[in-house]
């Protein structure tokens, strides 16, 4: 493999994308988008990191929707500090050799395969239950989209590949499918793997459950000050007064709080709880920590979304470096397959 004009390394690669539908919230920040910054900063690693903006197409059909998250999810990594120059960041539609190896890959993927895949399975029993057609719905996007997900990891060799709970069945058929090829082309694809954080908090939302857009109990990241103040005084508590003992392990302030606390800070926390702090007490320190914490990047995050332009010469640098990797390779592949100049 020759990746002449890349700035890569030997390092094992780490890849992962996020698809952009939404606005991040606190949850995004403290199970995924925090950690994946801080790993990409280690210099032993080959971070790539890009916006699945094909991804959206299968979740949302709104142009201006699929368009206003790009800007959005882009601005929120650049604003919490991660480094283009360090990692490869990049969209996954300024990388079209993704897409012709999501074909190639298709033409190497059981369709048996993708009858089990999770997603494809839920909408499914989604119908039967709604005593609706199995079918209704369901486009080819859907239904393939472990295929794409699989060209994106498999066009850059990627070796581990950290996700969600939800995503490590499709991380496995990435490497099936990358199995069967090099079984009868040759050893083209490194096999990924999926690596899960236990240590990662799943933060809980404004209601106690698991925070998430589909529960809309979410607080966005880069919310003004003022509506992260109002958002935190929503969480939900009990009726205990002031005075009255609280149970730190059963209160979503608390939960958040331990998200964003030093050790030091957790275990006064839970004194004062044991103490029978005031809920709004306990809201006023949560809003201060959390804001002291999102203060400066919601600043650079406001400058970054007034000047697109900027992002956008971000985006185009970290594609030409993306596609330092993909042009070669798509070359190298399509050679194997027998798609290839008449003459040398
Ligand atoms: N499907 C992933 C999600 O919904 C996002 C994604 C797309 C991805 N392509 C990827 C993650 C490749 C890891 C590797 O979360």
Same mark, same amino acid.
């Given at each position: 493999?020759?990746?002449?004009?890349?700035?890569?390394?030997?390092?094992?690669?780490?890849?992962?994308?996020?698809? &952009? &539908?939404?606005?991040?919230?606190?949850?995004? +920040?403290?199970?995924?988008?925090?950690?994946?910054?801080?790993?990409?900063? $280690?210099?032993?690693?080959?971070?790539?990191?890009?916006?699945?903006?094909?991804?959206?197409?299968?979740?949302?059909?709104?142009?201006?929707?699929?368009? *206003?998250?790009?800007?959005?999810?882009?601005?929120?990594?650049?604003?919490?500090?991660?480094?283009?120059?360090?990692? &490869?960041?990049?969209?996954?539609?300024?990388?079209?050799?993704?897409?012709?190896?999501?074909?190639?890959?298709?033409?190497?993927?059981?369709?048996?395969?993708?009858?089990?895949?999770?997603? +494809?399975?839920?909408?499914?029993?989604?119908?039967?239950?709604?005593? #609706?057609?199995?079918?209704?719905?369901?486009?080819?996007?859907?239904? @393939?989209?472990? %295929?794409?997900?699989?060209? #994106?990891?498999?066009?850059?060799?990627?070796? *581990?590949?950290?996700?969600?709970?939800?995503?490590?069945?499709?991380?496995?058929?990435? /490497?099936?499918?990358?199995?069967?090829?090099?079984?009868?082309?040759?050893?083209?694809?490194?096999?990924?793997?999926?690596?899960?954080?236990?240590?990662?908090?799943?933060?809980?939302?404004? #209601?106690? !459950?698991?925070? @998430?857009?589909? +529960?809309?109990?979410?607080?966005?990241?880069?919310?003004?000050?003022?509506?992260?103040?109002?958002?935190?005084?929503?969480?939900? &508590?009990?009726?205990?007064?002031?005075?009255?003992?609280?149970?730190?392990?059963?209160?979503?302030?608390?939960?958040?709080?331990?998200?964003?606390?030093?050790?030091?800070?957790?275990?006064?926390?839970?004194?004062?709880?044991?103490?029978?702090?005031?809920?709004?007490?306990?809201?006023?320190?949560?809003?201060?920590? %959390?804001?002291?914490?999102?203060?400066?990047? /919601?600043? /650079?995050?406001?400058?970054?979304? =007034?000047?697109?332009?900027?992002?956008?010469?971000?985006? =185009?640098?970290?594609?030409?470096?993306?596609?330092?990797?993909?042009?070669?390779?798509?070359?190298?592949? /399509? $050679?194997?397959?027998?798609? !290839?100049?008449?003459?040398?």
């Amino acid at each position: 493999m020759t990746e002449k004009h890349s700035n890569h390394t030997d390092n094992p690669r780490v890849l992962t994308g996020i698809t &952009t &539908t939404g606005s991040p919230h606190l949850g995004n +920040y403290v199970g995924a988008i925090k950690p994946a910054i801080q790993a990409s900063q $280690s210099s032993d690693v080959d971070s790539f990191l890009f916006l699945a903006d094909y991804h959206a197409m299968i979740k949302s059909h709104e142009p201006e929707k699929i368009h *206003q998250s790009s800007m959005e999810i882009a601005a929120t990594w650049l604003a919490l500090g991660l480094d283009p120059e360090q990692v &490869t960041f990049y969209r996954q539609s300024d990388v079209p050799e993704i897409m012709e190896l999501s074909w190639i890959l298709t033409c190497w993927t059981a369709k048996g395969l993708m009858n089990r895949a999770h997603a +494809y399975k839920a909408s499914v029993q989604g119908n039967e239950a709604n005593n #609706d057609d199995a079918d209704f719905g369901i486009t080819m996007g859907l239904f @393939s989209y472990p %295929v794409l997900m699989a060209a #994106d990891i498999l066009m850059f060799n990627g070796q *581990q590949i950290p996700v969600g709970r939800d995503q490590i069945q499709h991380v496995e058929m990435a /490497r099936d499918i990358a199995q069967r090829f090099n079984h009868h082309y040759g050893p083209h694809f490194a096999l990924p793997e999926a690596v899960i954080d236990d240590n990662v908090a799943v933060l809980q939302g404004l #209601d106690g !459950r698991k925070m @998430s857009k589909s +529960y809309n109990n979410t607080i966005p990241l880069f919310e003004t000050e003022k509506k992260l103040k109002k958002s935190i005084n929503k969480i939900k &508590t009990n009726l205990l007064e002031p005075g009255e003992p609280k149970d730190a392990d059963d209160s979503t302030v608390f939960q958040i709080w331990q998200a964003f606390a030093s050790a030091e800070q957790i275990a006064d926390m839970r004194q004062q709880f044991a103490d029978g702090i005031a809920w709004g007490d306990a809201k006023k320190c949560l809003f201060e920590l %959390v804001n002291q914490e999102l203060a400066q990047p /919601r600043e /650079r995050y406001a400058e970054l979304i =007034a000047d697109p332009a900027a992002m956008e010469a971000i985006l =185009a640098s970290g594609a030409e470096k993306a596609r330092a990797v993909t042009v070669p390779k798509l070359a190298e592949i /399509r $050679s194997a397959i027998g798609i !290839r100049p008449m003459c040398a």
